[in-house]
């Protein structure tokens, strides 16, 4: 009997949602500090927006290159911050012609291939996270503990930390990014009815979903380094936000 494994899929499942919730949590504390420090929400957003500039760029840039290998018209380019209707901020945004739902869907996942690759990179030759990530993964918290403090002794480790920071902190697609996928999902959806119908669902599973594990458990590990560094960083921001308050005798709500 085939036997299959779904390792892959389920630590980038776990990986991912992990990852969108340490982010938001993050970000909502950097935010909390900037606007104790200035009392002012258009600066606190401003001081915001320029700690994630590096990835709010790739991010942007990535939209764009992207277009531009599908041969896609881009319309306005802007990497500055905006407050839209519904008080969401928008860092950044490529607007392009819309096409066909393959190209919008690529040019929308374009940021997180990018972010992907670079965090991976930013990972494994310039802070030697994926140690890290093994002794989480084997419960080992005395190595974990041990490599997390030896951690600040690699090459330039504040600025790697903070670009893969910036950059993992914004490879996520945004709302507008995902508007297509549907479409995509659909015509994935019809694929995999049609492979069902004519009796290739084994020969699938047993040659393509091997393949498809393999790489949802390498970027899953990706985004644990990723969630990994947000973590580091937010434990120090919470305890910022609860002693500027403490000090100023404000609250952000």
Known sequence: MMELSFQGFLIFTISLVFLLTVQRLLHRELQAVFLLLTQRPSLAIGLFSLILFPGVFIHEFSHWLMAVILRV?????????????????????????????????????????????????????????????????????????????????????????YLGFAVSSTMIPSESDRQSWG???????????????????????????PILNRWLLSIGIILSASVLIHLIL???????????SRILGLRVV
């Open 73 to 161: 018209p881009v319309r306005n380019v802007s990497l500055l911050p905006q407050t839209q209707k519904d008080g969401k901020l928008r860092l950044g945004f490529v607007e392009t012609r819309q096409t066909d739902y393959f190209r919008d869907s690529m040019i929308g996942l374009a940021p997180f291939i990018s972010g992907i690759i670079i965090t991976a990179l930013i990972g494994l030759y310039r802070l030697n996270l994926f140690p890290l990530i093994d002794a989480i993964m084997q419960f080992n918290l005395d190595l974990f503990s041990t490599l997390l403090l030896k951690l600040p002794q690699e090459p330039d480790f504040g600025i790697w930390f």
């Open 183 to 209: 479409g995509l999902f659909l015509g994935i959806g019809v694929v995999l009815v049609l492979v069902l119908v004519t009796g290739l669902g084994d020969w699938m599973l047993l040659n393509f979903a």
């Open 234 to 244: 937010l434990i120090p921001t919470f305890l910022l936000v609860i002693l500027f």
